[in-house]
């Protein structure tokens, strides 16, 4: 998948509608309950839901490692 112009900039917390990417790092920022109600609406449009929380994961991970350098 090729990153949006938003996933360029990502420190500015923007995001771009129908970019997986964005929507994974917006999950990522959310605070646990929306999070899970996003996995909940996920699941009832039938989308992969593991697929979708290993996205999350991964952005999660590149923003606590940009925060610790």
């Known amino acids: ?9 990502r420190h500015k917390h923007i995001y771009q509608m129908g970019c997986l990417a964005c929507e994974a790092r917006m999950l990522a ?7 899970l109600a996003a996995y909940h609406r996920a699941a009832e449009r039938g ?3 593991e697929a ?3 996205r999350v994961l991964a952005e999660w991970k590149l923003d606590q490692k940009g925060k610790a350098a």
Do not use: E, F, G, T
């Not at 998948?1 to 900039?9: L, N, R, T």
């Open 1 to 9: 998948m090729k990153p949006c112009d938003s996933c360029a900039q």
């Open 29 to 35: 920022r959310m605070i646990k309950p929306q999070r």
């Open 47 to 49: 989308q992969d839901v």
């Open 52 to 54: 979708l929380k290993a």
